[in-house]
């Protein structure tokens, strides 16, 4: 069975910074790109990062760029979500998903993910 956890959310104050955890387990770590949603209260859920399966290859949406950076370590089958000069915009909750074979692109990834985590919440105060 195929799951994926996420951790790291809280509350933390504009300019800070959080490092959000998506661990995984029931699936071939290296053939899966992961990816991070987030959606916050009454909007649309929005691709924030994706990591391709296999070379890697990253991607972020434009909001995020410079501020977050994404990594993922094969051992411990985990990818991490380092945010940093968090905004308030970025209060959202915020999922990881998972497919197999896929490759991110800069057009989008919105259409990824066979499997989902639950979220975790991320709240940037003024």
């Known amino acids: 069975e195929v799951q994926l956890v996420e951790s790291g959310g809280g509350l933390v104050q504009a300019g800070g910074s959080l490092r959000l955890s998506c661990a995984a387990s029931g699936l071939t770590f290296d053939d899966y790109a992961i990816a991070w949603f987030r959606q916050a209260p009454g909007k649309e859920r929005e691709g924030v990062s994706c990591?391709?399966?296999?070379?890697?290859?990253?991607y972020f949406t434009d909001s995020v760029k410079g501020r977050f950076t994404i990594s993922k370590d094969n051992a411990k089958n985990t990818v991490y979500l380092q945010m940093t000069s968090l905004k308030p915009e970025d209060t959202a909750v915020y999922y990881c998903?998972?497919?197999?074979?896929?490759?991110?692109?800069?057009?989008?990834?919105?259409?990824?993910?066979?499997?989902w985590g639950q979220g975790t919440q991320v709240t940037v105060s003024p």
């Open positions: 990591i391709s399966a296999r070379r890697g290859s990253i």
């Open positions: 998903a998972a497919e197999s074979n896929y490759y991110c692109s800069a057009a989008g990834w919105h259409g990824m993910g066979d499997y």
